[in-house]
């Protein structure tokens, strides 16, 4: 009985974020129910960010959702008119990931007045990256020798860094409850990750 209340519980705390968020409350929270299906929800974070494009103001949601064993991405765009819409249009797309497929959890916190830190302090800013091999992204440079004379060609050299979603919340820009949420939503995934290699 309590499973299932909390589950409840979670699933209308994730609608209720959609809402506040006031960015295409019904087209976000379509697209997240249908990527969920029947699961419980077991954590969830929504993250709305506005950018300026040139001489335009843009405005996105992406919303994460942990179920018992996928972790689904939601994210929705709005576009102006353009010459393949005369109308203003929203893009929304979903991924779905197993658990399993998550091979890093990076949670990465910008604190102030390290000295003085004292555990529990929410940070100013975290950045979220999640990676499941979706996406890498390599940086290469040419490799070289020690000889400054030497004019052999040694190939390249550089790294390969899964990088499929990274998502910064700070909280000046998203106030101190989205950077707790996102805190929660980072350890319930860590947790749920750490369960499927057992």
Same mark, same amino acid.
């Given at each position: 009985?309590?499973?299932?209340?909390?589950? !409840?519980?979670?699933?209308?705390?994730?609608?209720?974020?959609?809402?506040?968020?006031?960015?295409?409350?019904?087209?976000?929270?379509?697209?997240?129910?249908?990527?969920?299906?029947?699961?419980?929800?077991?954590?969830?974070?929504?993250?709305?960010?506005?950018?300026?494009?040139?001489?335009?103001?843009?405005?996105?949601?992406?919303?994460?959702?942990?179920?018992?064993?996928?972790?689904?991405?939601?994210?929705?765009?709005?576009?102006?008119?353009?010459?393949?819409?005369?109308?203003?249009?929203?893009?929304?797309?979903?991924? !779905?990931?197993?658990?399993?497929?998550?091979?890093?959890?990076?949670?990465?916190?910008?604190?102030?007045?390290?000295?003085?830190?004292?555990?529990?302090?929410?940070?100013?800013?975290?950045?979220?990256?999640?990676?499941?091999?979706?996406? !890498?992204?390599?940086?290469?440079?040419?490799?070289?020798?020690?000889?400054?004379?030497?004019?052999?060609?040694?190939?390249?050299?550089?790294?390969?860094?899964?990088?499929?979603?990274?998502?910064?919340? !700070?909280?000046?820009?998203?106030?101190?409850?989205?950077?707790?949420?996102?805190?929660?939503?980072?350890?319930?995934?860590?947790?749920?990750?750490?369960?499927?290699?057992?």
């Amino acid at each position: 009985m309590g499973v299932m209340a909390k589950t !409840s519980t979670t699933t209308q705390g994730l609608r209720a974020a959609i809402e506040r968020s006031g960015y295409y409350p019904a087209l976000v929270a379509e697209a997240v129910e249908a990527a969920v299906g029947g699961e419980p929800v077991r954590s969830y974070l929504v993250h709305q960010e506005t950018t300026f494009d040139q001489n335009e103001v843009r405005r996105h949601v992406t919303v994460l959702v942990l179920t018992g064993n996928r972790f689904i991405v939601s994210h929705t765009d709005e576009q102006a008119a353009d010459n393949t819409s005369p109308t203003p249009y929203a893009t929304t797309s979903t991924e !779905s990931v197993k658990l399993d497929r998550i091979s890093s959890i990076v949670v990465s916190r910008v604190v102030a007045n390290p000295e003085s830190y004292k555990p529990g302090t929410l940070p100013r800013e975290i950045v979220l990256t999640i990676g499941w091999g979706a996406v !890498s992204r390599i940086d290469l440079e040419p490799a070289a020798c020690g000889d400054p004379d030497c004019e052999a060609d040694h190939g390249y050299t550089g790294n390969s860094t899964a990088d499929d979603l990274s998502l910064r919340v !700070s909280e000046a820009g998203d106030g101190p409850e989205t950077v707790r949420q996102a805190l929660v939503f980072a350890q319930a995934l860590s947790e749920a990750t750490a369960d499927q290699t057992r």
